[in-house]
Nanobody, 125 residues
Framework: QVELVETGGGSAQAGGSLRLSCAAS????????MAWFRQAPGKEREGVAL???????SYADSVKGRFTISRDNAKSTLDLQMNSLKPEDTAIYYC???????????????????WGQGTQVTVSS
């Protein structure tokens, strides 16, 4: 079993920055794939970015060039640096992990087994 706890959400002005962190505990060896998802009110959960244990990364087109995902395998932590924030980035952000993922479906929520409770990010214009 894996437990994931997100921190770092909050409010920012458009153009500003926020950094999210996720701490993993339990069977962290299962966290071969770690990712950030988000869900805005009335919308489906969508993938934002993922990183493998070997530090291969992938981003949703909507955040490329603005967000950076990173992980520290020794500390079992996952971060998301969010720059040039836009109001449409407003959502609850979730940390997720899995020991295996179909690469073609790498940013699909159903590919991930373990989830954090989420942290709110609000961007005002």
């Amino acid at each position: 079993q894996v437990e994931l706890v997100e921190t770092g959400g909050g409010s920012a002005q458009a153009g500003g920055s926020l950094r999210l962190s996720c701490a993993a505990s339990g069977d962290v060896w299962r966290n071969a794939f770690m990712a950030w998802f988000r869900q805005a009110p009335g919308k489906e959960r969508e993938g934002v970015a993922l990183i493998t244990r070997l530090k291969t990364v992938s981003y949703a087109d909507s955040v490329k060039g603005r967000f950076t995902i990173s992980r520290d395998n020794a500390k079992s932590t996952l971060d998301l640096q969010m720059n040039s924030l836009k109001p449409e980035d407003t959502a609850i952000y979730y940390c997720a992990s899995s020991d295996s993922v179909d690469w073609v479906r790498r940013l699909v929520p159903s590919e991930y087994k373990y989830w954090g409770q989420g942290t709110q990010v609000t961007v005002s214009s």
